[in-house]
């Protein structure tokens, strides 16, 4: 069985993350969501879970909602309707998106 690699998607993931570990919260969430379709390489949701908390509790409130919605939709993690899963689920700013 052969395994049909994106070298773009993998170069994407090595480039961003050498922003997230300076410190760049938008590439941390973008490695998540990378993470979570499967580009680049094998599909990880509890590492894309683990990404996008650290960039939320950051603050950074793209990450919020992204992490927000795995807890709704139950992806990688229990599904949580109560109100403290919905701390992280708000709206990203103009400025983050």
Do not use: C, W
Not at 2 to 19: H, T
Not at 35 to 44: D, I, P, T, V
Request: zero cysteines; glycine letters at 10%.
């Amino acid at each position: 069985m052969s395994l049909n690699i994106d070298v773009a998607a993998q170069k994407k993931f090595v480039e961003l993350s050498a922003k997230a570990l300076s410190g760049d919260l938008a590439a941390k969430t973008q490695q998540g969501l990378m993470l979570l379709k499967g580009e680049g390489g094998e599909r990880n949701v509890e590492l894309a879970r683990q990404y996008y908390l650290e960039a939320a509790e950051a603050g950074y409130s793209v990450a919020q909602y992204n992490l927000g919605s795995l807890y709704l939709n139950g992806l990688g993690v229990e599904r949580d309707y109560s109100p403290v899963s919905y701390t992280h689920l708000t709206l990203p700013t103009n400025r983050e998106v």
